[in-house]
């Protein structure tokens, strides 16, 4: 997907569901979304857009031929928890507002996703992506960090977790950091 909302809010919904969207204007390919509820401080898109919930539509039959949530299509309930801890903080979307508005092409580049979850261009700004590894934790003064390929969870105001060479690290507290990658 070459656009997302990153946790900003888009519509009201008293309940949340998984669904499909068609999200190109140039392509009849549908992908699987999940409404969640957007976290307090979380931003309105603050412009119109084809991806609003349908559930404001009278009858959630009628057959939806472009870009958008498309019907008839099931819609489960899910609590609206959201899809990982962070990068849904909803202070910024990635793409562009006429993506939102008239869909993506299929031509557009996919935007990279942190754990094939969240957009790396949403994660706040203390988490560090270098040479295609991650880190999550730190504090900001001294983020998480993480070097080729490796992935860090944790650490704390202290000691960020920190990972080299395709490990990983976990935890890490005030006394003792996570432990170190290979």
């Not at 392509?27 to 857009?49: D, M, Q, R, T």
């Not at 094939?116 to 003064?141: K, Q, R, S, W």
Request: with cysteine; charged share 20%.
């Amino acid at each position: 997907m070459p656009f997302d909302p990153c946790g900003m809010w888009v519509d009201l919904l008293r309940s949340c569901y998984r669904t499909t969207i068609r999200p190109f204007f140039d392509s009849e390919i549908e992908v699987p979304i999940i409404w969640f509820f957007a976290e307090p401080g979380a931003k309105y898109l603050g412009f119109w857009n084809r991806f609003s919930s349908l559930n404001w539509e009278p009858d959630h039959t009628e057959v939806n031929p472009g870009v958008g949530e498309q019907n008839p299509r099931p819609r489960p309930y899910r609590k609206g928890s959201l899809p990982f801890p962070i990068g849904f903080e909803g202070l910024r979307f990635c793409g562009t507002q006429k993506m939102f508005e008239e869909g993506a092409s299929i031509l557009d580049a996919a935007i990279p996703r942190f754990l094939g979850i969240v957009p790396e261009p949403c994660l706040p700004e203390n988490v560090i992506v270098i040479a295609g590894g991650y880190g999550l934790g730190g504090d900001d003064t001294m983020p998480a960090v993480t070097a080729a390929g490796g992935y860090g969870l944790g650490g704390d105001d202290t000691m960020p977790a920190v990972t080299a060479a395709g490990g990983y690290g976990l935890g890490g507290d005030d006394d003792i950091p996570p432990p170190w990658g290979r």
